[in-house]
């Protein structure tokens, strides 16, 4: 008894101490070293390197820290607005994966080739009939040259998912498969397969049904890539009206654009590449939708702008339209995962879901030990699951994001997969408030991953700045400035009140009860309260 | 013939006088009038009732031009903010109108009076069962002592409904009902008849169904009094969008009580009394719902508001819930007309109708002669009934309303009876655009009664500048202001528009044949194309 006292006592003293190191004297002597470096810049250079290496290098069992090879990507801050290389460049981005076998990656290369092959003789079958049909009632068709490129990035993109993320850092596709969704032409438009499902039918006696769901189109390029295209509803500096439940709020393009940035910056990568561009919905969608259900939805309007408005049949009016001017139309162009027939996912209720009606409340909302009960509970009660939920909390927190009902894994790599942070359209609707209750996930478990918290507290320094580096992502798309400025500063008060919400739970509970060694760290272990109750 | 080209020769003189003499010589003389004022006010009141009584004094056969016999409301022009008092005090509005038998009256006493009776015993038998069922399923519902009001407004506002107008200029007891409307407790909250006749349900497959028509709400004072509600939906200052049809435009409730003031200012009387008020919706409207049905769309926003949305599925969702403040929100009052079991009304199709889809056409909208077609067939062969129709165009126009597809007329008062103006809460959506279509009727009948004629070009003048006596109209409702300067504005601006329509068709037709002698000169006479044939 007198060991066990004595090992909590140690440990207890290393959390405080660890506490106090990390977030009373490191913002300290940075704070300090900043006032000195307005008065001496030539030492800043050599000061932080070792500074942030000594305390930041992160002691992740399964990850392998290895300096960086190439002198010219090793990390060196430099000044102003090279924030976003100098994250990537800082030794906390450039941890390694193991090495991946077939099992680790989600397709294998001759699986998706033949995949490939398929749909490009599916859509040679399409055209054929499609142009006779069309040929007989006489409507016109822009027709383009397809291209079959084994190179294209949106395969490369399918090929590189594996366990641990949707993408590699380095991964040069990405940022070509960005380009093409900006650049490429759009060879055919349509309805997503959800829409199709409906079949212009909507459930309304659902009065929580989500709503501007429905103004999303498949879009195809000419290299068979395919994305979904959600159009601009609401301006940049527009809020949310205050009495908009969050199951009902606008799905923001831009939104969806800030969130792919964000998520690459907190180093998830669990979203999609999405990209912002500038469609011409008369050339782009009209004239290549061979859906007559679609094309009937165009219009002319009042101020003579092509617009489209919603299919289904509850929001069959043009309050719910769009409109170009007169035909270019703002739009986010999210890349299509794999198909589900070569890489199924699965859907899985999120544990903190809200209630999607007028006034119930869910368990979680009422119980403030709903975290121990989860935490029994098949998949949260082992390994990394109950920890990704946090960090999608974080991330939904960050963005403003209430309406996370459900997420996806991918079956292949079972429960120890990653979580796919889709559909993210709701996130950034009011800059001015921080809705707390979606960080309830990590006030409720009061745990969280060593590596997110690292790079967390390191995006909270002012050399890194979230904003700023949001700022600067965000300028490689063509509708930058995607977020407006109290969007992007916002990030960091959220940021800070994350960082907070992990010091009290730290305080109540200790550094180590709180800060989880990634990939080792069981989850279902005993609670501070279970542990009283013991005793 | 001699004689009739002779008495045509005159007959043109003396037109090219009158309108040289409106047009040219008066806006001279009153804006050397002007000049003069700034160097010597002293003259100016003695100077302009003269000039005025003169020329502005109507020839009218059937209405008769009585001196008020009281001397404190006879004319006399005030200076500053009382041009509104001066306005009603001119010869123009102070034509009287023939004595009326009972023919001449929509209603008679007793009939209305028994119909009161009716509905107080309907009530109390309403109110019994209704009670019992409100203990049987534990409802609390708010009770308030009703009064049988023999002297009630309201019906004295369905006892003085004429054959000339809804109102006459000096019935007091229109005053007394917007004050009641105004003030007066709230006893009922109930669907429109409209609304229960849909049972929940909406024809999704007319794309263009109008919006927003499912939020407005049928309301009981406690005189009996019968109003109906419609909530604020737009701000202020929200302008419509320009890629808005029509028919999908929002219902602006203060475009209600707006139109309400304009139509007596213009001397029509066609628009049921109108006034805003702040309803408590809590309080006055979900306590006081008696139908399941309506207490089952109300909930509370996350931001504490009580909040309604529209019962119709295709608007089954929050973006269309109106909020209170927490409670208070906004709406326009329309007194009831009498039930159509006493006064019987015809709705009948506007011949200058929209087409409501996307892209289709009237004849009106292609043919510049369609009035030639329209003034052969019934009704609009002989009476009114066109220049009637003119007259709604002008109002229409002043207002922005282009969302007249129908108008109505009380069946008692056959084909010569006036036009209701209901339903005007799609006027007054954009101040900057003026859509002269509107006026079509006007600019391709070219005629024009010629007590509405003096009467707007009164209006035109800055003595009594239109924009001026809205405001101060508007100043006695409890939601003023109720436009904005820039609609005020735009008032003035279309007035001029309409004026520089009849001078156009003046220079083109002839005044005689463009101004039309009220009640007498027959809308079927050849018109100037059919003349210059027959030469």
Same mark, same amino acid.
């Given at each position: ?9 140690? *440990?207890? +003293?290393?959390?405080? &101490?660890?506490?106090? !190191? $990390?977030? =009373?004297?490191? /913002?300290? #002597? ?51 607005? *090279?924030? +976003?290389?100098?994250? &990537?460049?800082?030794? !906390? $981005?450039? =941890?390694?994966? /193991?090495? #991946? ?53 949106? +395969? ?380």
């Amino acid at each position: 008894m007198m060991r066990r006292d004595r090992f909590l006592l140690v *440990a207890t +003293l290393t959390a405080v &101490f660890s506490a106090d !190191l $990390y977030f =009373i004297l490191l /913002p300290k #002597l940075q704070s300090m070293r900043q006032t000195w470096g307005h008065s001496c810049t030539c030492d800043s250079n050599n000061l932080s390197l070792p500074r942030l290496e000594g305390l930041a290098t992160p002691q992740l069992s399964n990850w392998t820290y290895v300096p960086l090879l190439d002198g010219t990507a090793a990390y060196e801050p430099a000044e102003g607005d *090279a924030k +976003l290389e100098k994250l &990537f460049a800082h030794p !906390l $981005y450039n =941890i390694q994966t /193991p090495v #991946l076998g077939p099992e680790g990656r989600l397709l294998q290369t001759e699986q998706l080739i033949e995949y490939y092959r398929k749909k490009v003789s599916r859509w040679e079958r399409h055209m054929k009939f499609y142009n006779e049909a069309a040929a007989v009632a006489n409507i016109t068709v822009t027709k383009h040259e397809m291209i079959y490129d084994p190179d294209a990035s949106w +395969l490369k993109f399918h090929l590189g998912i594996n366990r641990f993320a949707l993408y590699s850092r380095d991964d040069l596709s990405i940022v070509q498969l960005l380009k093409d969704m900006q650049n490429m032409t759009i060879v055919s438009a349509d309805y997503t397969q959800d829409e199709k499902a409906l079949k212009g039918a909507c459930d309304c006696t659902q009065v929580v049904k989500p709503s501007g769901h429905h103004l999303k189109l498949a879009l195809k390029m000419r290299n068979f890539a395919k994305v979904m295209f959600k159009p601009m509803r609401q301006q940049r500096d527009e809020e949310t009206p205050e009495d908009f439940f969050y199951f009902v709020d606008f799905q923001r393009h831009n939104a969806e654009i800030a969130a792919f940035h964000l998520d690459r910056i907190l180093d998830f990568r669990r979203v999609p590449p999405v990209a912002g561009r500038r469609v011409n919905i008369t050339g782009e969608v009209l004239q290549v939708a061979h859906s007559e259900d679609l094309r009937a939805v165009f219009f002319t309007s009042p101020a003579n702008n092509t617009c489209f408005f919603a299919k289904c049949l509850y929001v069959c009016k043009t309050e719910y339209a769009v409109c170009g001017s007169p035909d270019l139309l703002e739009g986010s162009l999210s890349a299509y995962l794999p198909g589900l027939s070569i890489a199924p996912r699965l859907s899985i209720p999120n544990p903190w879901t809200r209630s999607y009606t007028f006034a119930g409340r869910e368990e979680w909302e009422v119980n403030p030990f709903y975290c121990d009960t989860i935490k029994q509970l098949y998949p949260y009660n082992s390994g990394n699951r109950l920890l990704n939920i946090i960090d999608m909390s974080i991330f939904d927190f960050l963005i403003g994001n209430m309406d996370r009902h459900h997420y996806e894994i991918f079956t292949k790599f079972g429960d120890e997969g990653f979580l796919l942070h889709l559909d993210n359209a709701r996130g950034f609707g009011k800059h001015t408030r921080d809705e707390m209750s979606i960080l309830a996930p990590l006030s409720q478990c009061c745990m969280i991953k060593r590596s997110t918290l690292l790079r967390l507290q390191l995006l909270a320094q002012s050399e890194f700045r979230l904003s700023d580096v949001m700022r600067e992502s965000l300028k490689g798309d063509p509708l930058w400035p995607v977020l407006t400025e109290p969007h992007l500063l916002a990030l960091d008060r959220r940021l800070q009140k994350v960082l907070r919400v992990v010091q009290r739970c730290i305080r109540r509970l200790g550094d180590d009860e709180v800060i989880t060694k990634d990939f080792i760290k069981p989850t279902a272990r005993p609670t501070a309260t279970e542990m009283k109750k013991v005793r």
